[in-house]
Structure formats: C-alpha cells, structure tokens
C-alpha cells in the first residue's frame, strides 16, 4: 500500500503542478470525476475503500453531513465555488494521505485488511 500511497502523491502534485497535463483548464468536477475513478480501481486491486474512508475523515467535524466527498468538499467545505474546491480538494487529500493513510501503511494494517477472508456477495 506504501507503494499506492507514493503514487497518489505523485499524482496529486501533478494535479497541483501541472494540471494542463490531464485537464484543459483546471475543473474541479473533472479532477473529482477522476479522482473517484482512480480511488476505484485502487479499491478493486487492494480491497480498499479510499473513497469512503476520505468521506468518513471529512466528515468528522460540524457540519457533519451524509454527503460524499466531492459533494462535501464543493458544497460544504468551498461554499460552492468550483475553483476554490479545486484547490482544497488537493489540501485536503493530501492531509489525508499523511493523517489518515500513511501511518497505516507504514504499520502493515493493509495488509492484513487484505488478507481476511472475503465474505460472499449475496444478491
């Protein structure tokens, strides 16, 4: 996981630095939209919601909403304003890699998240 965290860091100070390099304009619907996807396929490789532990750790603190995190952050935490969430998504990610991720990683927690056993999927 150490490894997936790394990449995420990466990625986020291209998004940062670079953000012509997959977007045209910076957008923060686009880099949500992304972001959402990459957490995603994160997921199905190492069993491991980083999209729903990112909700749960914004949602710590007043207001405490149901939303998910890119509602949250665009209508909550930026007041709805677009550009301003762009910028406080990347903060905010970031602190939760540091806060939140890396200190499990470093702890070996991941992987022993990983090596339950699977329940099955009951449709």
């Not at 750790?57 to 890119?70: A, E, R």
């Amino acid at each position: 996981m150490s490894h997936t965290v790394s990449l995420l860091e990466t990625l986020l100070s291209d998004f940062e630095n670079r953000p012509k390099m997959f977007f045209s304009e910076p957008d923060f619907a686009q880099l949500a939209s992304f972001l959402t996807g990459y957490l995603y396929a994160i997921e199905q490789v190492n069993s491991i919601s980083l999209n729903s532990l990112f909700s749960e750790w914004l949602n710590v603190g007043p207001p405490k909403t149901s939303l998910f995190w890119p509602e949250y952050i665009l209508h909550v935490k930026a007041d709805g304003d677009p550009n301003q969430a762009y910028t406080l998504l990347l903060v905010e990610f970031k602190r939760f890699l540091k806060e939140k991720v890396l200190p499990f990683s470093r702890t070996g927690f991941w992987k022993r998240i990983q090596q339950r056993p699977q329940r099955p999927l009951h449709l």
